[in-house]
């Protein structure tokens, strides 16, 4: 979990977990040559004795001698605007409070004073809301950048601790209102599953372990058909062969699935066995075209291929622009052109810089003023090399363009035609021969 000369941050709530966490780090600082930050955020929740945590974690941070970061935030009011449940709202305020501070202060780790019994309740939790095996795994004792020391460690055995070292924390009276499901599972469920099983808490986190272990051995079994069922990758977008999945057994499907929302989502925060069930669905669906949005990400079918990618608000047409020469962005169509005429020597490759995105047009053919638009009923274009027109979107699915990017393709235009399909191809009726005598330079690139 540490390295040696590590800055971590120390997630302090003032409660009995996060002030044992704290000394315990503390006494571990001159082995490890630790750099610790203490981080406390006000959850505004209990009015006057949150306000009194605060300060309590700050004479804390003094007595240890540490800088402290402390912060506070309105959760009931996140809860409500994002519609969801306090503990969820105030889980995703707190982690985003810590990850931000981390960064602020350099910090390469932060510690959390998780317990044998969080992990208890969060499986149970995870147990009744259908999580399946991942929901068994529970919490991570390292989670990049989170760290959680006593994971292995009981609640009684902290509060021994804390007792024998003299430490004194604060008591949060709303951990024993039973209105919220966890704190029925720490104060129904658990105890009466003890009467079952005494050792219960360490027979859970004997299972989460195994069911990490498992886990992980799984996860590496994934890798070969991953690379199978995988044909293209970039960093927000993952494409996928419809065929190989139809055919996986279901498990490996699900899997496979799950990584892929992962990788473009980066988390799994929100997505439930009827995401992954509707994304099966579109697979095994006859059609050849189709799309579900799920939470944080779009997946579409197109022909052979499953497609996840960020949702995309920009995905409709834009309204057509003026484009002038020289250089300009158009931020609407993703994309930078710039456009100059030169006298024309046949010589096409001292046009070029090796990289650059160019295209060469006799200037005499082209009627300005210029446009940029994107596609319209109707559109027809003469590709280069064709003497004819054909169909401009029979042209984008030749040039094997997503069904649903092809209204999002820019076409720069003349008065009287498409002269160039943006990333394509340039048009036949402009193009350079041995009557040319200037030439129309357009580059282009992508912009975000």
Known sequence: MLNKGEKVLVAVSGGVDSVVLLDILCRLTPEYSLDLVVAHLDHRLRGVESDEDARFVGRLALRYKLPLVRQSADVSA??????MGIEEAARMVRLKFLRSTAKETGATKIAIGHTANDLAET???NLIRGAGTTGLIGIRPIDPPFIRPLLDVTRSEIVDYA???GLHWREDRTNA?????RNRIRHEIIPLLEGLNRNLIASLSRTAQIVREEREAFSALLEHPWEEALTSETK????LDRTYLRRCLVGAKRALLLRALEKVRGDLQGISKVHID????LIAS???HGEIHLPGVLARVQADELIIIPPHPESKPVASQEVALGRAEFPSFGIALDLSIVPWNGDLDSLKESGENVEIADADKVSFPLTLRTRRPGDRFSPLGLSGTKKLKDFLIDSHVPFYRRDLVPLLCDGKRIILVVGKRLSNAVRVDTQTHRALIIRWKEIT
């Open 278 to 281: 509707s994304l099966s669905s």
């Open 286 to 288: 006859s059609h050849a």
């Open 123 to 125: 499986m149970i939790f």
């Open 163 to 165: 007792r024998e070292h």
């Open 177 to 181: 209102d039973t209105t919220f499901t």
């Open 236 to 239: 927000q977008e993952i494409h």
């Open 78 to 83: 996140v809860a409500r605007d994002k519609r």
